[in-house]
């Protein structure tokens, strides 16, 4: 029955191509410009790494003041200050916990004819490597005596592996860092979450994959500027020593707590640490501090970018006034078809298979609808670096699982717009239709 219903609508639907091509067009041009502001939004609000996302946490300690937090609604600042980070890193209270920072370093090739040039990178502690599941291609991490020793190693990203080693094991091989050798414990594969989570404050969320990483140790002991913000309250001084020890904010911080328990007993180690501060004298106001996970962290960052929000709302309202549209256009279809359904009625069909009949039509117009949809999508994918930043827009990508969406999506709008028509259609009485003819 199914295939003689989609046959009946198939020639139902080329008696009347030009309005069957107004409902197609109609249904491509609402979904395409929903699944395409989706695209931006579902990669903006990505969870970046769902299987540990609950248990990665940012804490936060207010080491200006409530006078400085006013202007952040009373919330600490978003980076942590060189002393605080070092003082958590020595008291471990955490399964595995890192300071992290922006590191700005040029690479020097050992091919003469190839000039210095920069990557992204950082400088954090070992355990960052197993907290973030960062995958290895060659290698691996750094070990937690690397870092008390401030080891000149380091691990590269798989692209730069290819640029200067073309994709080998370059394990125990060194590379130069501002001048320095730093030799090669591993080679992370391919790692890029997004949005990224790890140091949201210096990128927005978004920004190219680590190619190079330092022990956090080694960057401060050889002074290595931050290529990352630098927020003071005051003057810090000249000197690298007067930077680190003043007040300034320029550290990111994770810390892994892998149940509630645990990240309880966090929030009250963090709490104890300002109070502490205070009766020291650094601090003169009482505690202030937050603890949240990654999912947290973003929202409150604020990541996904505004317009990509507006923009998907406008998309679905737009698509709406295409569905309210096409209601229109089906219901006119489908009631000057009055006789036939009452020729039909008369012979024995019931209204449940009149149901059946018009909503397969309508399917088949989704479909249709959902192909023109599906290349425009495609456009539009290419097309949103118009509207939205270049970092945000290249991460609209028309992979398998849009194109699954973007299909179902058409197919069950049309489906669900032809309801009322269908309904209006199924109520037609065959005595009243063949005494009219």
């Known amino acids: 029955m199914f295939a003689y219903y989609l046959q009946l609508g198939l020639r139902s639907l080329r008696k009347n191509p030009l309005l069957t091509l107004l409902m197609v067009l109609a249904i491509g041009c609402g979904v395409a410009a929903s699944m395409t502001t989706y695209s931006v939004f579902r990669a903006t609000s990505n969870n970046p790494i769902p299987q540990k996302s609950s248990q990665l946490y940012v804490p936060q300690i207010d080491n200006w003041g409530p006078d400085s937090s006013k202007d952040n609604k009373g919330e600490p600042p978003n980076a942590m200050t060189y002393t605080d980070a070092i003082n958590l890193m020595r008291d471990k209270r955490a399964k595995r916990q890192t300071a992290l920072y922006p590191t700005a370093v040029s690479i020097v090739p050992a091919d003469a004819s190839m ?102 140790t080694r960057a401060v002991e050889l002074k290595t500027p931050t290529s990352g913000n630098n927020n003071c309250n005051h003057d810090p001084g000249k000197g690298w020593d007067e930077w680190i020890r003043s007040e300034c904010v320029w550290l990111g911080f994770w810390a892994e707590l892998p149940t509630k328990a645990e990240a309880d007993t966090y929030r009250q180690y963090l709490n104890g640490y300002s109070a502490e501060q205070q009766r020291a004298g650094r601090f003169r106001w009482a505690p202030n501090t937050r603890l949240r996970n990654v999912v947290e962290w973003l929202d409150y960052q604020k990541v996904v970018p505004q317009e990509a929000k507006v923009s998907l709302m406008v998309s679905l309202g737009f698509l709406l006034i295409c569905l309210v549209n096409t209601v229109g256009l089906l219901l006119a279809k489908f009631m000057r078809r009055s006789s036939e359904i009452g020729v039909r009625r008369a012979l024995g069909a019931t209204r449940k298979e009149i149901y059946i009949q018009f909503l397969i039509e309508a399917a088949a117009i989704g479909l249709a609808g959902g192909v023109v949809g599906l290349l425009l999508t495609g456009l539009g994918v290419m097309g949103v670096s118009l509207v939205f930043e270049p970092d945000i827009a290249k991460l609209a990508t028309l992979d398998v699982s849009l194109v699954l969406l973007t299909m179902l999506v058409a197919i069950l709008a049309t489906v669900l717009a032809a309801f009322y028509p269908t309904w209006r259609a199924a109520q037609v009485q065959p005595a009243w239709q063949l005494k009219s003819n």
């Open 115 to 216: 000039l210095p040039f920069r990557e992204t990178s950082y400088g954090w502690y070992a355990d960052a490597f197993s907290m973030f599941d960062i995958p290895f291609k060659y290698g691996q991490g750094w070990t937690a005596g690397e870092d008390e020793s401030h080891a000149s190693v380091a691990v590269i990203g798989k692209a730069l592996n290819e640029k200067l080693f073309n994709g080998g094991n370059s394990v125990g091989k060194n590379i130069n860092l501002n001048g320095r050798d730093y030799r090669i414990v591993g080679v992370a594969d391919k790692w890029n979450p997004e949005p990224v989570f790890y140091d949201v404050t210096n990128t927005n969320g978004f920004d190219d994959p680590i190619q190079v990483f330092i022990p956090f």
